[in-house]
């Protein structure tokens, strides 16, 4: 895709294993998109790099702030730059490095900047541009107009209204100001924001978003054994199982039918909506005037458009629609609600957040929290005071955690693939607090800022904690998709970047064209593109990558295949080769947020496997 003329083409070299999950035309619809993303600290760089990585038009990186030392911990791509605007591509056979740390002489300089230069070398296809000044009406008027005359004549057939502003550190009045033009001018907006160890997401797609294809479940088709003549008529569906499951329709699903003999013009009608009367039977609506019903005949579920109608930021914030599969946690979430709402007055009334585990100022965030609830739930005071103790920190792993999820719901908004979130989601890992009646207690003391790169660790668990995180012994089996997130967390939490700790990695696999979609530690120039040059191993790319994040951390590549899971001795023993566990960790430890991998399906321990059909953890400092 090197010309406009070609702009709908999709390397399916590069996407192939999206391609697999969102369809050619889901694809070709991002590819036509811009997206805007709003402040450039760890949470609006995670999500900029998962949208460039998944093959959008362009993404426009915004932040007026400079890059400060707490960043350091949760943002991975500020280093040296390069400016270009959505106008000029970048070359194809671009130097790309893997500096992906923040130097000193990045320090100082605006985070928006510093951070486009890393971004756009993840993706060719994608343009990347910075932006530093207001997010004013006439700018996003502009990039919407943009938007539209950068659009071929073919591409614009496939849909203009296909850009996301994603606002993330942004404070309360613009927040509701740039919402309301979004909501005003058909824009979808993402609003994600994480403090400490909690965060919060809000979507708003406009009043009326079509979703094209609800889910990626394949269409429900059953054999018929019989239709009545009625209004309605009754379809019985053939038990074709020993379990006698019966049919897997739902009320409201759209069928076609086909090779239905006696009532034929079954065959030749347009999708019609059902409603489930029984275990077998499906009421499809007027059958009277068709011919009597003979024999034969399958059913199947049609996936048609479904329209979706969102309010806007300023409605929904008193009157949210918070998603949860637990509705025993919906009391919990709307105390996060309003505590994150608190948090914006305080800061307009202070002008800074909460001090570290000052209780002062938790205080007055549990006042301000009364003074916003609109819920009938009762407010959990402790929550919020728990909330106020850590918000001022920012943690890596919990801005993984929502930079995933905010990017999913930009490709929802994109490609008019899968339900999009309705409206809120909330999560929280404060059970990752080390817990005072082990007698362990942090103070004001504990958390104060010791002005280096992870002062946004140290507002919530304290030096000591992270003293003892540089001293770890970790394994991580697999530098793929996953492996490739999960050694750059534990880098840029600083995971064995003391003397005594070391991470040890191994992968077997060398790195291939395919992997650059996904795996975002490697770039074009470390795959071979002849057989005259060595393939590069992707264990040892990796560890260099992690090392240039945070030079601190201690890094070894291996390429050597780990034995059956049973075979493993045991962390008494040590690992094969040596390599020996420490167990004199604290329960301070053992509950860190690291007990949450900064991946939901891998759990911190001795052993990390992040290959996908080896998910199980063994022994460690963490087990049991």
């Not at 795959?527 to 070894?556: C, D, Q, R, Y």
């Not at 004199?584 to 509950?591: I, M, P, V």
Request: charged content about 20%; proline content about 4%; some cysteine.
């Amino acid at each position: 895709m090197s010309t406009s003329e070609n702009l709908l083409e999709i390397d399916e070299g590069l996407y192939s294993r999206q391609l697999y999950v969102l369809g050619y035309e889901a694809m070709q619809k991002m590819a036509t998109a811009a997206v805007l993303v709003s402040g450039m600290k760890g949470l609006g760089v995670e999500i900029a790099k998962n949208i460039i990585l998944a093959g959008v038009k362009s993404v426009t990186v915004h932040d007026q702030h400079d890059a400060q030392w707490s960043d350091l911990s949760s943002q991975e791509l500020l280093s040296s730059y390069v400016v270009s605007t959505i106008d000029s591509p970048p070359p194809l056979n671009i130097a790309i490095s893997l500096q992906f740390c923040l130097s000193e002489e990045d320090v100082g300089q605006n985070r928006a900047v510093v951070s486009q230069h890393r971004l756009k070398e993840l993706n060719r296809y994608v343009r990347v541009a910075a932006y530093t000044q207001e997010l004013s009406e006439c700018f996003l008027s502009a990039f919407q107009m943009a938007l539209a005359s950068s659009l071929t004549p073919s591409s614009t057939k496939v849909q203009l209204s296909l850009q996301v502003v994603v606002l993330t550190n942004s404070p309360l009045e613009e927040q509701l100001r740039i919402s309301d033009f979004c909501h005003a001018n058909n824009i979808c907006f993402v609003l994600a924001d994480t403090k400490g160890l909690a965060g919060q997401l809000f979507c708003d797609f406009g009043e009326h978003f079509v979703v094209y294809d609800a889910s990626e479940a394949e269409p429900v088709s059953a054999v018929i054994q019989h239709i009545t003549q009625g209004n309605p008529g009754v379809l019985t569906v053939a038990c074709e199982n020993e379990q006698g499951q019966g049919h897997q329709f739902e009320n409201g699903d759209w069928v076609t039918f086909k090779e239905v003999e006696g009532m034929t013009e079954l065959n030749t009608l347009e999708p019609r909506q059902i409603h489930v009367a029984g275990q077998y039977s499906l009421e499809i609506g007027d059958t009277s005037s068709f011919s009597p019903y003979k024999s034969g005949g399958i059913v199947t579920q049609v996936k048609m458009p479904q329209q979706h109608s969102f309010d806007s930021l300023r409605v929904s914030m008193r009157s949210p629609k918070i998603k949860t599969p637990d509705a025993g946690k919906m009391s919990r979430y709307h105390t996060l609600h309003m505590a994150f709402w608190a948090l914006h007055l305080f800061q307009s009334k202070m002008k800074r957040l909460p001090r570290p585990r000052n209780q002062a100022d938790a205080e007055e965030m549990v006042k301000l929290a009364w003074t916003v609830t609109t819920v009938p739930e009762p407010l959990a005071e402790d929550l919020v005071r728990t909330f106020a103790y850590g918000c001022t920190g920012d943690l890596n792993p919990i801005a993984a955690f929502f930079g995933a999820v905010a990017a999913q719901e930009v490709l929802k908004a994109t490609s008019g693939k899968f339900t999009p979130l309705n409206q809120w989601l909330y999560f929280d890992a404060y059970e990752c607090l080390p817990e005072e009646n082990h007698g362990v207690l942090l103070t004001e003391e504990d958390c104060t800022p010791r002005g280096n790169r992870y002062d946004g660790q140290l507002a919530i668990f304290g030096a000591d904690f992270q003293e003892q995180l540089g001293k770890q012994k970790y394994f991580v089996v697999g530098a793929g998709a996953i492996g490739c997130e999960l050694l750059k967390n534990l880098a840029m939490i600083g995971l064995a970047a003391c003397e005594g700790g070391n991470i040890t990695v191994t992968d077997m696999d060398k790195i291939e064209y395919s992997n650059l979609n996904r795996q975002f530690l490697f770039r074009p120039q470390d795959v071979s593109v002849s057989l005259a040059e060595m393939m590069k191993w992707k264990s040892e790319v990796a560890a260099a990558a992690i090392k240039l994040m945070n030079p601190n951390v201690n890094v070894t590549a291996e390429q050597n295949q780990v034995p059956p899971i049973m075979e493993l001795k045991t962390a008494s023993t040590g690992f094969p080769g040596d390599f020996p566990f420490q167990h004199d960790q604290t329960q301070a430890l053992r509950k860190s947020v690291i007990a949450y991998a900064f991946q939901p399906y891998a759990m911190a321990q001795g052993i990390i496997f992040s290959k996908q059909q080896e998910k199980s953890i063994v022994g460690g400092p963490f087990a049991g």
